[in-house]
């Protein structure tokens, strides 16, 4: 019954490798999102998607290409990994409330380490 | 200088006692704001939000929100061990491509 899953957990490789995370929610959510927080625990947005529309692009190196195959699912890829990709990758989901506030649920995140 | 400022901490305290948690901010677009709390190698998840000025309640949990300062607060009374995990605030305005602008997050440990 887990709300939003990400794969795999952990993820060491060397330099210059590309490599894949998947993320999936089960919440009916239209919106999703690939977060990065680094060693110092700030969460910084990369990339929102709509009903796999890409509407957030945050300046990210075009290394890192998010894939929506349908609004469950965001997977992102990474190509040429260097030693600064190093972090815990979070894939969150939101939804609006009556209010109007988008509340995202969080992943347990995939902690990738770059030798 | 960054839109959400936070103290990283770390803030430790007894069991039993009252806890503070601040941000301030410098984007007066920012209409709704949220507490997440994160432990240790899990996500944040969600605890608390609160759409423009004004105080929130949830169980030993209260939010307060002061727009004309640009300052907002979690207060956690009769704070327990299991609270021990990094609070970060976070703010999100209405518009085009809105997002979720996180502060760093408070380490709170509480001790027996």
């Known amino acids: 019954d887990t709300a939003v899953s990400q794969t795999p957990k952990y993820l060491v490789t060397q330099m210059g490798n590309d490599k894949s995370i998947k993320c999936e929610q089960n919440?009916?959510?239209?919106?999703m999102y690939w977060y990065k927080q680094d060693s110092k625990k700030f969460l910084k947005i990369m990339f929102s998607y709509n009903n796999k529309e890409l509407i957030i692009n945050e300046t990210v190196p075009n290394r890192f290409s998010p894939k929506s195959p349908d609004k469950a699912h965001l997977n992102l890829h990474i190509n040429s990994l260097e030693l600064g990709d190093s972090a815990v990758y979070f894939c969150a989901s939101s939804r609006r409330t009556p209010g109007g506030a988008e509340t995202q649920y969080f992943g347990p995140g995939t902690r990738l380490l770059v030798l | 200088q960054k839109e959400v400022e936070q103290d990283p901490g770390p803030l430790s305290v007894p069991e039993g006692a009252i806890v503070s948690l601040n941000c301030t901010y410098s984007n007066s677009a920012f209409q709704y704001f949220m507490w997440y709390r994160q432990y240790s190698r899990k996500g944040p998840e969600l605890l608390m939000y609160?759409?423009?000025?004004g105080n929130k309640e949830d169980g030993r949990f209260t939010a307060q929100v002061d727009k004309s300062s640009k300052y907002i607060s979690l207060f956690i009374r009769d704070s327990q061990p299991s609270d021990s995990a990094t609070y970060l605030c976070?703010?999100?305005?209405?518009?085009?491509?809105?997002?979720?602008?996180f502060g760093t997050g408070t380490r709170l440990q509480v001790t027996l």
């Open positions: 976070a703010m999100w305005s209405t518009g085009t491509a809105s997002k979720l602008t």
């Open positions: 919440l009916g959510h239209d919106t």
């Open positions: 609160t759409y423009s000025s």
